[in-house]
């Protein structure tokens, strides 16, 4: 199963919106409404963001949204915060489960 | 809420095996599935498999079929993976995680990681 392609990095300034995007195929994101987004500060455990496709754990703000469209998923954020600054994996099912190679965000 | 509390740091030779454990603080916590995700220096995560503690049904991913084991004891909550024939591309954080009891259940809950340092 080939890793789902994040771009390396993005960046925005605070207050504006970025979108980072997960493109899969017909097996993964494209088969299955199962995709998750994790936040990952360095050095620190991974943080459940979104599960299947637009679903947000208890605690995490709204300024996070997930979508789909057919092969590609995407994590938008909103109202950018300095906290924001991390990596950001998507992940799929697939029959088994498949990572992104994950997206550094960079606040300006 | 749950905390799952992983076994210590592990240095191990080339073709040396580890075996690293995940215990659920509380393990009234109403979810029976965990995997397993590991990380390597400076890269993305990848999942290696998953396991049920009360059916011990498992699911590795193809990469690691063939030098992977989990198991589960249910009398203390704790899980286990080891990974056998280990060279220095297995030098990574590995993560245990839970969500549900279903394979397709996202990671809500993560351990705090194992580092596993693989060098002659």
């Known amino acids: 199963q080939s890793a789902l392609t994040q771009p390396r990095s993005v960046s925005g300034s605070p207050g504006q919106s970025v979108t980072i995007s997960c493109t899969g195929s017909s097996t993964d994101i494209g088969a299955y409404n199962y995709v998750s987004w994790y936040q990952q500060h360095p050095g620190k455990t991974p943080k459940l963001l979104i599960f299947?496709?637009?679903k947000r754990p208890s605690g995490v703000p709204d300024r996070f949204s997930g979508s789909k469209s057919g092969t590609t998923a995407s994590l938008t954020i909103s109202g950018l915060q300095a906290e924001d600054e991390a990596d950001y994996h998507c992940?799929?099912?697939?029959?088994?489960?498949?990572f992104g190679g994950g997206t550094r965000l960079t606040v300006l | 809420q749950v905390q799952l509390v992983q076994s210590g740091a592990e240095v191990k030779k080339p073709g040396a095996s580890v075996k690293v454990s995940c215990k659920a603080s509380d393990y009234s916590f109403p979810s029976y599935g965990f995997s397993w995700v590991r990380q390597a220096p400076g890269q993305g995560l990848e999942w290696m498999g998953w396991?049920?503690?009360?059916?011990?049904?498992?699911k590795y991913t193809q990469k690691f079929q063939d030098r992977i084991s989990m198991t589960a004891d249910t009398s203390t909550g704790t899980v286990y993976m080891e990974l056998r024939s280990l060279t220095s591309d297995d030098t990574a954080v590995y993560y245990c995680?839970?969500?549900?009891?279903?394979?397709?259940?996202?990671?809500?809950?993560w351990g705090q990681g194992t580092d596993v340092v693989v060098s002659s």
């Open positions: 995680a839970t969500g549900g009891s279903v394979l397709y259940d996202a990671f809500h809950i």
């Open positions: 299947d496709v637009t």
């Open positions: 992940c799929s099912y697939a029959g088994t489960w498949v």
């Open positions: 396991i049920n503690i009360y059916s011990a049904n498992t």
